[in-house]
């Protein structure tokens, strides 16, 4: 098994693209934080507001409860802005129409570094990945190379925008590089504690996620110097 390689950090503007709230702080908050506090800009999209993650809680109340958490998550982090769309939350689709809504948001933010989350069949855990999950992740692989074309969605916003550099995975079961978050796990932790409404309606409900977070970035940190650290699968571009 060979060791992590360095994320590059020759880019100043980040967008990720994930289904609901809380993946962000599941996968990558860590990183983000890091990333931030060097004066980097990373702004979170998320595709659905996450109505029917709270099996207690109607979906409209859901939806507002769990729009708050991410936004105190990504601030937490030093998140530039949150947006959201309005999929439906387990039903979110891989579509052209999801393509334009990703490609038509790298347009107008024109990051170097778009950030997706697991669109693989499987987890970096072994399990099933979630619908929501692969189609989010391989439509925003696509609107990557859509987004660079002007004959494709030619109407909608800016003009083209050809500068992606890296497009960047978490939670990904080939994930080839690292970024150090030594500095950085408090805001990790408390990024994720923002989701309490989520964490405590999961079955058996989460009460201790330092834990865990620690624990996994201490063992992506076995394969990157020693240092605590938050994996993400590179794609080539």
């Not at 947006?83 to 979110?92: S, T, Y």
């Not at 083209?160 to 796990?185: E, K, L």
Request: proline letters at 7%.
């Amino acid at each position: 098994m060979s060791d992590f390689q360095e994320m590059p950090d020759d880019w100043t503007r980040a967008l990720a693209v994930v289904a609901h709230p809380d993946d962000m702080e599941f996968g990558a908050a860590g990183a983000v934080a890091s990333w931030t506090a060097a004066g980097k800009s990373v702004t979170y999209l998320v595709a659905s507001r996450g109505e029917a993650g709270i099996d207690s809680m109607a979906p409209e109340k859901a939806a507002e409860v769990r729009e708050a958490e991410q936004r105190a998550g990504a601030a937490l982090v030093g998140a530039a802005a949150v947006e959201f769309l309005d999929h439906p939350d387990g039903r979110i689709e891989y579509s052209a129409e999801l393509r334009r809504e990703f490609a038509t948001a790298i347009r107008r933010h024109r990051p170097e570094l778009v950030l997706g989350f697991c669109h693989h069949d499987h987890t970096s855990t072994g399990r099933w990945n979630s619908p929501d999950h692969r189609n989010t992740g391989r439509a925003l692989l696509d609107a990557v190379g859509d987004a660079a074309n002007r004959w494709v969605f030619p109407e909608d916003g800016p003009g083209p925008w050809q500068g992606v550099r890296y497009v960047a995975v978490s939670n990904s079961p080939r994930p080839t590089h690292a970024v150090d978050i030594t500095d950085h796990v408090d805001r990790a932790v408390a990024s994720l504690e923002a989701h309490a409404s989520y964490l405590a309606a999961m079955r058996p409900p989460v009460t201790d996620v330092r834990a865990p977070l620690l624990g996994l970035a201490q063992a992506t940190g076995a394969r990157f110097g020693g240092r605590p650290a938050i994996a993400f699968e590179l794609i080539p571009r």
